[in-house]
């Protein structure tokens, strides 16, 4: 299994550069700007208003506090406080409201695409985001790029390791995942007995894993114990954001699911807090490994 500590950044930043990170919901923007400020840089955070969690913020940090509704300006806020690199980080678990939309040239220049794009997905919403900043001026990375070490690695970083069975269930998770992503609904699947039995909907993992506890008492389920989370990108994903992304708070949900392990795919996926992920995952018996990659 690779070692976290081995990894470079994939990107170079210079004296003079400076990172901007687009701050949603989670752990992941501040798991990065910790990881940032360790190798010596100080992003500046825009946060999502009402998404990201501004109470974990250090006092000294840059910040600007941002509407959906005025995602026009994103590009101009970004300029004018000297980013050179963005990283859209966290989650947003709504759409802007179109009434209360702040009329300005930079919405106007990206609306009718967004909106078009909104029918589509998530994904090609993204797409069109980061192709928009990168018409500023602006380069945007993925968090991995900046902090390598948030990747998942291939192999069990866990005490406890996949059992035959729980490989094929890995193994039929993995295929659902993928299926699912193809279509840019979602990014996970739990299998239980090499049956797929609960897909990742607009609710998101948190969702999906209390649906699977909610199962537990179905009349095809009684009796079967165990089954395994995964989460992996999908297919023709932007890399450079929403990356699927696990921590402490997924292991304790699946096992809360009867889950005995988690499944992630090597180098296309975050886990965040490692140390406090492992220790968890090892105190409840559970199992978490990077999917694909050499080392599996």
Do not use: W
């Not at 190798?39 to 946060?47: D, K, R, T, W």
């Not at 840059?62 to 026009?72: A, C, F, P, Q, T």
């Amino acid at each position: 299994m690779a070692k976290q500590s081995d990894r470079k950044p994939s990107v170079a930043l210079t004296g003079t550069d400076r990172v901007a990170i687009v701050a949603g919901s989670g752990q992941l923007p501040h798991s990065l700007a910790e990881g940032l400020v360790e190798a010596g840089h100080h992003p500046f955070m825009v946060l999502v208003d009402g998404e990201a969690a501004v109470d974990k913020l250090a006092d000294d940090v840059d910040r600007y506090v941002i509407r959906l509704e005025e995602i026009g300006d994103l590009a101009a806020v970004l300029k004018r406080n000297r980013a050179t690199h963005v990283v859209l980080a966290g989650g947003i678990s709504r759409r802007p409201e179109l009434r209360r939309l702040k009329p300005s040239l930079g919405l106007l220049s990206i609306a009718r695409s967004v909106l078009k794009a909104a029918v589509s997905g998530d994904n090609r919403v993204l797409s069109l985001l980061v192709a928009h900043l990168e018409r500023h001026g602006l380069k945007v990375v993925g968090a991995h790029d900046l902090v390598p070490d948030l990747l998942a690695v291939s192999g069990a970083i866990t005490r406890r390791k996949p059992t035959k069975a729980d490989e094929a269930d890995l193994e039929a998770a993995y295929a659902a995942a993928k299926a699912i992503g193809s279509l840019d609904i979602g990014q996970a699947a739990v299998a239980i007995s090499r049956r797929v039995v609960a897909l990742e909907g607009i609710e998101g993992t948190d969702g999906l894993l209390e649906r699977v506890a909610g199962l537990r008492g179905h009349g095809r389920l009684a009796g079967a114990s165990g089954g395994v989370l995964v989460k992996c990108a999908k297919p023709g994903q932007e890399l450079r954001a929403d990356l699927p992304t696990i921590g402490p708070h997924t292991v304790e949900a699946a096992h809360r699911a009867g889950l005995v392990g988690i499944g992630v795919e090597a180098e296309r996926a975050l886990v965040l807090e490692q140390r406090r992920l492992v220790e968890r995952a090892d105190e409840l018996g559970i199992f978490v490994v990077g999917l694909g990659g050499a080392g599996a």
